[in-house]
């Protein structure tokens, strides 16, 4: 009994394939994902042009500069005045930025970056604990969201995200899908006592929460959740095997446990010193906002909303998702909740009973994490806009994953005599058929990033209109410049960041009045005295007869003066 136990935290023994079918096996769980992504990033890439980004893609870009001269230290911007809690999203994408220069090339390419990257460590991660037959098997998992995600018809996308889709697009409620997912499995993996695990699980979710703080509650309860596992399951290790129990036996080397703890705290340095340095500071906004009396959501709300993301990975992206209220039960909402709670179920009940553990793990953080979602949604304030619920659409994933894993994965404890058996030919017949679907996956993906829009469609014309007319009257010495809004439309106010934008990648130093500081920045509010100023009204003919006018958009029309007027 002690030897079996020994085996069972020591994680699987040889793998039971044979090398060389082993290695054909993990090549296409690697393929299915690296050839698509690598596919987009080329082009991405090759295309040189400049791109006129708008909104809060343009936003994102400003401060990704910010982040290369060290100066960011909040998430991006809430429309309740407050920004997400950090800025490790913002440096993460300066360093293509650093290579390639700044700009939403950098930007795209970073993001498709952070979704190849956590998609394969997911492969890697599932490999090294469950086997290849269990690692192809996430790959096609993930291919399937990546395909979903990079749906671009009209009702799967919305104005912030781009006409790209949500797999390339860096507007952060998305960038942080896959992530979430391979926080999932991370979590998954060090409830079994991984330290290794574990701290990579807690720098992956402090990066998620500081990109987009309605994965709070996702995260902290599946990082508490799993450290309290991983410590039970310590115990009752010692306690049946007397010596160092598998958390002691799994810590990794010392430089690598500094290094990463020392990460974590870095990740967490900026929003802090922001919240020293300013009064109120952001953190102390959340807390506020949070703890103030707002009307919650019912819980049929949040649960239709949650099941109406789920469904996506079956039925394609509703044009709910653009932003419309959510929560209108539709009518397979019942069959996906009943599927999505039957994969959770299933997975636990496989995993325990071939001794499977990764597998019924990731069933439970499946579970908990329909539990917590439909939670969150409730905490929202206002109408339950598509890109606030988008990051659930990870909790699935994990359950079906974790079905495979448990159905398909290597065992925890196998006993020597079992190996060749698990070789046999209906062994060979399910592994066979995922390396067929992976082509498949594989050739279907690449094909929609050989189809997917030029980098070019990212970029705006109203944003390309208002630079061309600025541009033409500024001159080399004009900066600081002054950038005002005089209640232009929504459209407009996409135009106004776009071309603060703009002026700050050519060097102009826009400056904005106290309105605008959460979006832009501290470091953009205008002291006074700056020598040109930008002021874009709603389009009128009484604008263009005005001192200044210089040109109009199809938003907004531009009034140039010389000095700035008072901000």
């Known amino acids: 009994m002690t030897a079996a136990l020994r085996l069972r935290w020591r994680g699987p023994r040889l793998p039971a394939w044979p090398p060389t079918r082993s290695t054909l096996l993990t090549l296409a769980a690697v393929l299915t994902l690296a050839v698509p992504f690598a596919v987009i990033i080329v082009r991405f890439l090759a295309d040189t042009r400049h791109v006129y980004l708008p909104d809060d893609l343009a936003l994102i870009d400003l401060h990704v500069r910010d982040a290369i001269h060290w100066h960011q230290q909040l998430g991006p911007f809430d429309r309740f ?253 019942a069959v996906v909740l009943a599927v999505v709670l039957s994969l959770g179920v299933a997975a636990i009940a496989v995993g325990l009973r071939r001794r499977r553990q990764l597998g019924a793990d990731l069933g439970v953080v499946s579970l908990i994490g329909l539990v917590v979602a439909v939670f969150s949604v409730t905490r929202i304030v206002g109408l339950v806009f598509g890109y606030l619920v988008i990051w659930e659409i990870a909790v699935p994933v994990l359950g079906l994953i974790g079905l495979g894993v448990a159905v398909l994965g290597t065992s925890h404890a196998p006993a020597p005599a079992e190996a060749p058996q698990q070789a046999g030919w209906w062994r060979r017949l399910p592994a066979a058929t995922l390396v067929a679907l992976a082509g498949l996956v594989t050739a279907a993906l690449s094909l929609e990033m050989v189809h997917l829009p030029s980098l070019q469609r990212a970029s705006d014309p109203d944003v390309a209109a208002a630079w061309k007319e600025v541009g033409a009257h500024l001159r080399p010495g004009d900066k600081p410049v002054f950038v005002g809004d005089q209640g232009t439309p929504l459209l407009g106010v996409f135009t106004f960041f776009g071309l603060i934008n703009e002026l700050d990648a050519r060097g102009y130093e826009p400056r904005v009045n106290a309105f605008w500081p959460n979006q832009v920045g501290t470091i953009r509010l205008s002291k006074g005295g700056e020598p040109v100023g930008i002021v874009l009204y709603p389009p009128s003919p009484s604008v263009e007869s005005m001192p200044g006018y210089i040109g109009h958009t199809t938003y907004a029309d531009i009034v140039l003066t010389r000095p700035a007027p008072s901000s």
């Open 81 to 333: 005045g407050w920004s997400h809690p950090g800025a490790a999203y913002f440096y993460l994408l300066s360093i293509p930025a650093r290579v390639l220069g700044a700009g939403a090339r950098a930007d795209f390419v970073g993001a498709t970056l952070i979704n190849a990257l956590s998609a394969l460590s997911v492969v890697w991660i599932v490999r090294r604990r469950s086997g290849p037959v269990a690692a192809l098997w996430a790959a096609l998992c993930l291919g399937l969201l990546a395909f979903v995600l990079a749906s671009t018809n009209p009702g799967a996308i919305t104005f912030s995200e781009g006409p790209l889709g949500a797999l390339v697009s860096p507007w952060n409620p998305d960038v942080v899908i896959f992530p979430l997912v391979l926080f999932g499995v991370l979590c998954a993996a060090g409830a079994s006592g991984s330290v290794l695990s574990l701290l990579g699980a807690a720098l992956l979710g402090s990066f998620v929460i500081q990109t987009n703080f309605a994965t709070l509650g996702l995260v902290v309860v599946l990082l508490g959740l799993a450290l309290v596992a991983a410590v039970v399951r310590n115990l009752r290790a010692r306690r049946s095997s007397p010596g160092p129990g598998p958390l002691w036996r799994s810590v990794p080397a010392p430089w690598v446990l500094v290094a990463g703890l020392a990460l974590l705290v870095l990740i967490w340095v900026p929003p802090v010193l922001q919240q020293l340095g300013n009064h109120p500071g952001n953190l102390t906004l959340i807390w506020r906002f949070f703890t103030a009396h707002h009307t919650p959501l019912s819980f049929g709300v949040g649960l239709w909303s949650v099941v109406t993301v789920d469904g996506i990975l079956a039925f394609g992206v509703p044009t709910e998702m653009t932003p419309f209220e959510l929560g209108d039960p539709r009518h397979h909402a």
